[in-house]
């Protein structure tokens, strides 16, 4: 045999070499998406877990809860997101028996997730059992494989609180007036916040407390039965107009509950946020120098 043969033949063999090598290190495929759906086509869902029923319908460009009370639209958004975009691999379990364990059955779910599209149902799911950080189990609710997928169960809010707006009982824009019936009205003048009859505050608390009400969220949705008063009726004007809000402290629990003439319903207001939002007027005056002395002075 030649050289030439020879060095034909180790080219050959250099080639198929290199061929099995770049064949073996291709880049794996990518993993499937368990869900096929386009997010923006999404009108509605429906969450139905053991003890209640969600749901969530777009009107226009916002997102509502059933009864019309404001949803998160960023939150939905985020959740629709996550789940068109949520990778699986081989499935997990395909016997009865395993899915069961899994909870990813008619008969026994955590959590079943139904989109549409219009009257359209898009995608309709079991999520069941973790196993593992942020990957839940899912099988279709028509039947088939059980798969792990890259989503946290607990984004599928179990209430209809989950999915609420938390800023719903916010001003509208900029807030220009505040009146606490009975005790203060503000108003601001330039970038000032001063009493209506020219009574000096603090501005430090007074700040603190529009802030209170600029920043305000809610964190629940509550039933529960009002006092026959308020605590607190406040009054503001922003750049939809005059609004009231009514603050009721129920004191054995020291749980608050906000209603507003602009928004319908009764929701739970963190006790720090509200007590601080009820502050009367004599809490906005500034500190007597005896008062000073006394904060300042070290416990014995």
């Known amino acids: 045999m030649n050289r030439a043969m020879l060095a034909g033949l180790l080219a050959l063999q250099v080639m198929i070499v290199g061929a099995v090598l770049a ?23 429906q969450i139905l877990t053991e003890e209640h029923t969600i749901d969530v319908r777009k009107v226009a460009d916002s997102w509502e809860l059933g009864d019309g009370k404001p949803a998160d639209s960023e939150k939905v958004t985020d959740v629709l997101d996550k789940l068109a975009n949520a990778s699986t691999g081989w499935p997990v379990a395909t016997s009865a028996s395993t899915a069961e364990r899994f909870e990813v059955t008619e008969d026994s779910f955590q959590k079943r997730l139904t989109l549409y599209a219009g009257k359209d149902v898009v995608a309709d799911a079991y999520f069941g059992t973790s196993p593992g950080y942020r990957k839940v189990h899912v099988s279709d609710a028509g039947g088939g494989a059980v798969f792990a997928v890259e989503f946290s169960n607990y984004e599928l809010g179990s209430d209809s609180s989950s999915w609420l707006n938390k800023s719903l009982l916010r001003p509208e824009g900029a807030l220009q007036r505040l009146v606490h019936e009975g005790e203060y009205a503000l108003k601001k003048v330039e970038d000032e916040w001063v009493a209506e009859d020219g009574t ?9 407390v529009i802030g209170r009400f600029e920043n305000l969220n809610v964190y629940t ?6 006092p026959s008063e308020p605590k607190a009726l406040l009054t503001w004007t922003d750049d939809m107009g005059e609004t009231s809000l009514s603050l009721y402290h129920f004191e054995e629990e020291d749980d608050w509950v ?7 319903g009764q929701y739970g207001i963190s006790t720090y946020v509200a007590k601080e939002m009820a502050m009367t007027l004599e809490e906005l005056l500034p500190m007597s120098e005896e008062d000073e002395e006394e904060e300042a002075a070290p416990e014995e």
């Open 200 to 208: 000096e505050l603090d501005r430090t608390v007074v700040n603190k």
């Open 221 to 226: 949705i509550s039933d529960a039965e009002l």
């Open 258 to 264: 906000a209603t507003s003439d602009r928004v319908d």
């Open 23 to 45: 064949w073996n290190v291709r880049p794996p495929e990518q993993p499937d998406a368990f869900f096929d759906f386009n997010p923006d086509e999404i009108t509605g869902l």
